[in-house]
Structures are given as C-alpha cells and as structure tokens.
C-alpha cells in the first residue's frame, strides 16, 4: 500500500517535470520558428 502511494508520487513529479519540457520545447520550436521567418524576410 505504502509503495503503491510512493510510486503515485514519483510518477506524478515525473510527469509534471514532463509537461514543463515539453512546454519549453514548444516555447523554443515557436521561437525559432520566429526567427526563421524573421530571417527570410
């Protein structure tokens, strides 16, 4: 029981360290899509 709590807790820190770097690789795919885009004009 107790294991089954600690692994819910590892994997939900797990998971929200997940949605942060996908986050920031969006961030940076549009940043440099911007910059592409700023480049070619």
């Known amino acids: 029981m ?3 709590l600690y ?3 590892i994997f ?3 998971y929200e360290i997940d949605i942060e770097l996908t ?3 969006m961030d940076l ?3 440099t ?3 592409i ?3 070619k004009d």
Request: net charge positive; hydrophobic share 50%; glycine share 4%.
């Open 2 to 4: 107790l294991i089954l």
């Open 7 to 9: 692994r819910k807790i």
């Open 12 to 14: 939900g820190k797990v």
């Open 23 to 25: 986050e920031i690789t």
């Open 29 to 31: 795919t549009k940043y």
């Open 33 to 35: 899509i911007d910059r």
């Open 37 to 39: 885009l700023m480049l």
